[in-house]
Each structure stands twice: as C-alpha cells, then as structure tokens.
C-alpha cells in the first residue's frame, strides 16, 4: 500500500520549537522512522510538511487521484481552525489518523477542539514522536 503522512505549520520547526512541548525529534527525524517502518513491511510511504493550507490542500487532492490509501496527518494548528481541510478529507474519502505530539486536551481550551476528530479512524496525541509509529502500526494493520 500507499501511505503519505502529512505535517501542518510550524512542524518544520521540531527539535528546535518548543521542545518541553513537541520534544527533541526533528520532523527530518520523524520522517526517516517512518519511512523505514513502512518499507520493511513492504509498503511505500510519502510525506509533505507545508505552513500553508493551500498547499495542505492540494495535496490531499492528489491524493485522491493517485489512489494513495492511507493518510496519517497532524494539522498542527490548522486542528483548531481549518473546514477547507476538513472538506478536502472527506472530499477525498481516504481514510486517516489524526495525530498530535502534545497532548492537546491538557493544554489550552482553544486546542481542546478539532475539525477532524470526527471523521479521523482514530486520534492519537500526547505520544511524541512514538506516536507516529503507533499511528503507521495502526495504519498497516488496518490496510492488512
Ligand atoms: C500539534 C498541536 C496543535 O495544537 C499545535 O497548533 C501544533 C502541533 C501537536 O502536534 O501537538 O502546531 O498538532
């Protein structure tokens, strides 16, 4: 199968933003992890970081048309804000995992609320970087 793992604004910034909150992984950490995880299961795994929604979206478009089968996102702080992403998934109908590095439901009552929640197969937040590999574990075992 096809994976692509998508990462909203600011993920770009990991290992250097915040770090008592989002850890000490770079996103270029992230990535490798879960590239190889996939491939050693025989899988393909893409992935894109972009601060501008547009771009967030568009991908999610092409998605849809080369026929990948599995998305795991975080949006970051398009969680809390974005319909246009929302109505781009379920445009897309391709089944995703949402994901959080923090745990966004002890922090402020702004991040308590998600546009994706609802129609994610499953949420994962408050892991660190683990958390993706949990979320491309639950993924293949889905896809199996
Ligand atoms: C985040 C949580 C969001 O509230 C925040 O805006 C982020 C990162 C996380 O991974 O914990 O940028 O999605």
């Known amino acids: ?30 990535n490798q992890r879960l590239h190889e995880q996939a491939t050693q299961a025989g899988h393909h795994l893409l992935s894109l970081q972009s601060n501008a929604e547009y771009e967030l979206i568009e991908r999610i478009h092409e998605a849809r048309d080369e026929g990948i089968d599995f998305l795991i996102f975080n949006p ?35 991040r308590q609320h998600s546009y994706f929640s609802d ?12 958390g993706y590999e949990l979320a491309l574990a639950a993924a293949l075992h889905k896809l199996a």
């Open 1 to 30: 199968a096809t994976l692509l793992v998508l990462h909203g604004p600011n993920l770009n910034r990991l290992g250097s933003r915040e770090p008592g909150t989002y850890g000490n992984a770079t996103l270029a950490d992230i």
């Open 76 to 110: 970051a702080a398009f969680t809390h804000t974005s319909i246009a992403l929302r109505d781009a998934l379920l445009a897309a109908a391709i089944p995703f995992i949402e994901i959080h590095l923090s745990n966004v439901h002890a922090r402020e009552p702004f």
């Open 119 to 130: 129609i994610a197969e499953g949420v994962i937040s408050g892991l660190g970087a683990q």
